[in-house]
């Protein structure tokens, strides 16, 4: 069955100046969108994968060295578990995982810092990631189309720092972009059901 573009889980405008409408239309609308039909037109062409899962799509296609499936697919779950980790309603963590994230790093605020260093730092595209590695919160990031799935890594929350996801309303001012969003558009409960283990799976295309 062919994978589909999944619907935002707001409305494209619900984010204002922050997230503009325009960038959904070229994000969600039109690179999202690629990346699903491209998947699809390669699998087309592998009938072993034809009613594969996502997750088991990207993980055949690394284990292929099928690069073109592989990119498609992992920025298919990429970008399906990004517009989950946003929020237009300010959030902030609570119960388990603030305590979590104080535990990893200090503080709320100090968490902050250094995942933005992380995505402001990280060279050309690719995605900045919290991620659960044991009891530990960590911070990280990964390469284009790379993905925490990919490497058997529990995904928590992750910013998109490819251009085309702030060019239009940051033009190259990354730091910007970030700062926004972790203080303005964090989808929270998302990442605390991830620490829980229902959030991520609701990512993945079966």
């Not at 239309?25 to 087309?44: M, Q």
């Not at 517009?83 to 305590?99: D, I, R």
């Amino acid at each position: 069955m062919p994978f589909i573009l999944p619907e935002l889980p707001y409305d494209k405008s619900a984010f204002g100046d922050l997230i503009s409408a325009e960038t959904f239309d070229y994000h969600h609308g039109k690179h999202h969108k690629t990346y699903v039909d491209k998947t699809n037109t390669l699998l087309a062409e592998n009938a072993a994968l034809s009613s594969a899962s996502l997750i088991d799509v990207i993980a055949a296609a690394k284990t292929q060295i099928n690069k073109g499936l592989f990119n498609n697919a992992a920025q298919i779950w990429n970008h399906s578990f990004y517009w989950k980790c946003l929020s237009p309603e300010p959030q902030a963590p609570t119960g388990k995982l603030k305590s979590m994230i104080d535990a990893s790093f200090g503080s709320h605020a100090d968490m902050l810092v250094q995942f933005k260093e992380e995505a402001t730092r990280h060279f050309a595209s690719g995605w900045a990631w919290m991620i659960l590695d044991g009891e530990t919160l960590k911070i990280t990031s990964l390469h284009d189309a790379d993905t925490p799935v990919a490497h058997d890594m529990k995904p928590l929350l992750t910013i998109d720092v490819w251009e085309h996801a702030y060019y239009v309303d940051y033009r190259n001012a990354r730091p910007n972009y970030v700062d926004a969003l972790l203080n303005n558009a964090i989808n929270w409960e998302f990442v605390a059901e991830n620490l829980d283990g229902d959030g991520a799976s609701r990512a993945d295309q079966e």
